[in-house]
Structure formats: structure tokens, C-alpha cells
């Protein structure tokens, strides 16, 4: 069973930085696409980061030149630093996976997600 386990988060003031990060567990083949997405009460499910294989990534407009995404494919995991953090950037923040299993081939994969916090 693929698993996707979040870490960190919390409450930062505005300016400030903090960092989530994600890990794979499970069995599976391989790891195609992973990152990060936000959702803020009342609003839409919206992408923040996401990394292909080749660590190539793709940032939402809102984060970008702010945040920054890093995978580690021998760990697993996919990292997101997020620095000069504004009150909307609070949210609860996913980590998401596209994940090739044996069984079922490519399946999408959500973690439980980790509260974000911005004072102002």
C-alpha cells in the first residue's frame, strides 16, 4: 500500500519562512510526477509545486520566485521551502504524487495534508 506522509508545517508570521516536506512508503515501481498543493478555506484545491522524474519543476503563479520545491528520488521525498510567506499563503497544504504501481500502473496519490499558518 502507497503511502504519502507530510512533516512540518506550522504557524509562521508573515516574512517569515517555513518548510513541508513529503515521503513515499510503499510498494511500488516508480515515482513519476510530485509536489505540493494548497487548498485555503472556501477556495479551490490549487497547484503550489510540482517536480517530474528528472526534478524538473512548475510552480503556481502566486508562490513563484518565493518558494521552492526539491526531490530527493533515492529518499522519496519532495521537499517545499517556502520563504517570504504572506497571510494568504495560509492553508492546508498536500503533498501529491503520481505513482506507478505493479498492479493498477500510474495512480494518483494524496497525503493527509499539513496545516500552514501566515500571521500578519
Known amino acids: 500500500q502507497v503511502q504519502l506522509v507530510e512533516s512540518g508545517g506550522g504557524l509562521v508570521q508573515a516574512g517569515g519562512s517555513i518548510t513541508v516536506s513529503c515521503q513515499a512508503s510503499?510498494?511500488?515501481?516508480?515515482?513519476?510526477?510530485m509536489g505540493w498543493y494548497r487548498q485555503a478555506p472556501g477556495k479551490k484545491r490549487e497547484l503550489v509545486a510540482m517536480?517530474?522524474?528528472?526534478?524538473?519543476?512548475n510552480y503556481g503563479d502566486p508562490v513563484k520566485g518565493r518558494f521552492t520545491v526539491f526531490r530527493d528520488n533515492r529518499e522519496k521525498t519532495v521537499t517545499l521551502q517556502m520563504d517570504r510567506l504572506k497571510p494568504e499563503d495560509t492553508a492546508v497544504y498536500y503533498c501529491?504524487?503520481?505513482?506507478?504501481?505493479?498492479?493498477?500502473?500510474?495512480?494518483?496519490?494524496w497525503g493527509h495534508g499539513t496545516q500552514v499558518t501566515v500571521s500578519s
Open positions: 510503499g510498494n511500488f515501481v516508480a515515482i513519476h510526477t
Open positions: 501529491n504524487a503520481n505513482i506507478r504501481t505493479a498492479q493498477d500502473g500510474f495512480v494518483n496519490y
Open positions: 517536480t517530474t522524474h528528472d526534478e524538473r519543476a
